[in-house]
């Protein structure tokens, strides 16, 4: 079994910042790309950011300057770093990750999800 679990949302001010954080458990063999996407309320899940298992990042227009996506491949974490927030940023945000298996028919990467972490910016 494979797990991602979310922390570090909250309730913050206009202007202020706040750090997610996701963090896998279980047996695998490697974590590949891993990234953060947001759901507004009414709206579709939409990309923020992704990192490759070498470290290259991209991120979404809407967050380019003021969020940075990092990982920690020996805590098998990815980190978003959210500065300058506004209200157009509370959502919910899920941690994806594409993870290498090992099952009874071979290898086999699969997308892993995060139960998500809800984030609300107050003007």
């Known amino acids: 079994q494979v797990q991602l679990v979310e922390s570090g949302g909250g309730l913050v001010q206009t202007g202020g910042s706040l750090r997610l954080s996701c963090a896998a458990s279980?047996?695998?063999?490697?974590?590949?790309?891993m990234g953060w996407y947001r759901q507004a309320p009414g709206k579709q899940r939409e990309f923020v950011a992704g990192?490759?298992?070498?470290?290259?990042?991209n991120n979404a227009d809407s967050v380019k300057g003021r969020f940075t996506i990092s990982r920690d491949n020996a805590k098998n974490t990815v980190y978003l770093q959210m500065n300058t927030l506004n209200p157009e940023d509370t959502a919910v945000y899920y941690c994806n990750a594409n993870i290498l298996i090992n099952t009874p028919r071979g290898l086999n990467t699969r997308p892993y999800w995060g139960q998500g972490t809800q984030v609300t910016v107050s003007s």
């Open positions: 990192i490759t298992g070498g470290g290259t990042t």
């Open positions: 279980g047996s695998f063999v490697r974590i590949n790309d």
